[in-house]
């Protein structure tokens, strides 16, 4: 399997543009999330997704970022619109469940500036 | 409000010699802890976990929890050059709906001398 796949791996936008996050999981993984990584923050959970349906989205900052996931295969975090705080790694991860003792897979990462 | 706690080092220690990493939370509803390692500019990977206490060997690597101190702490022995990296604690507690979520600590970034 290729493992978590994400695009695109670097972004660089101007503030108030839109930026749109994409994130295949491995195939047969029920569990999806989204995280956001910084060095002030660490890496935080921003929402996961369970067989397509979101479950917990306590964690999106605001109302400019919005997640999707229309089918089992794909996935979309949106920021519209960005700006310069939002600068951070964005992460993909899947599970095959979300059990006690379920192990996360993470893709490779978005890297977003935005100026 | 979860936490995870961690100190954020650098952890400096030479090679062959044994670093210890820990970590405390605050749930302590918790169920299962990971250690995750993640080399600069990539993403986490996993390399163990625990969810009873005493320790939990595999390979050079031991993983200790504490469930009463709400502590849980890695070993690494025989310290490598390609060890050096940052250690993420993550503690998987249950968030409602019949599944879990993962809060993370902010990683404690090792570095091992050749």
């Not at chain 1, 979309?76 to 700006?83: A, G, H, M, V, Y």
């Not at chain 1, 939002?86 to 978005?110: I, K, R």
């Not at chain 2, 044994?18 to 080399?39: E, H, K, M, P, V």
């Amino acid at each position: 399997d290729a493992g978590v796949i994400q695009s695109p791996r670097h972004e660089v936008t101007e503030m108030g543009q839109e930026v749109t996050l994409r994130c295949k999981p491995i195939s047969g993984h029920d569990y999806l999330f989204w995280y956001r990584q910084t060095m002030m923050r660490g890496l935080e959970l921003l929402i996961y997704f369970n067989n397509n349906v979101p479950i917990d989205d306590s964690g999106m900052p605001e109302d400019r970022f919005s997640a999707k996931m229309p089918n089992a295969s794909f996935s979309t975090l949106k920021i519209q619109p960005s700006e310069p705080r939002d600068s951070a790694v964005y992460f993909c991860a899947s599970s095959l469940l979300a059990g006690s003792y379920n192990e996360q897979f993470f893709g490779p990462g978005t890297r977003l500036t935005v100026l | 409000q979860k936490e995870v706690e961690q100190n954020s080092g650098p952890l400096s220690v030479p090679e062959g010699a044994i670093a210890s990493l820990n970590c405390t939370y605050s749930d302590r509803g918790s169920q299962s802890f990971f250690w995750y390692r993640q080399y600069s500019g990539k993403s986490p990977e996993l390399i163990m976990f625990i969810y009873s206490n005493g320790d939990k060997e595999d390979g050079r690597f031991t993983a200790q929890l504490n469930k009463a101190s709400q502590y849980v702490s890695l070993l690494i022995r025989d310290s490598q050059p390609s060890d050096s990296a940052t250690y993420l604690c993550a503690v998987n507690s249950y968030s409602g709906a019949g599944s879990y979520q993962l809060t993370f600590g902010k990683g404690t970034k090792l570095s091992v001398i050749p």
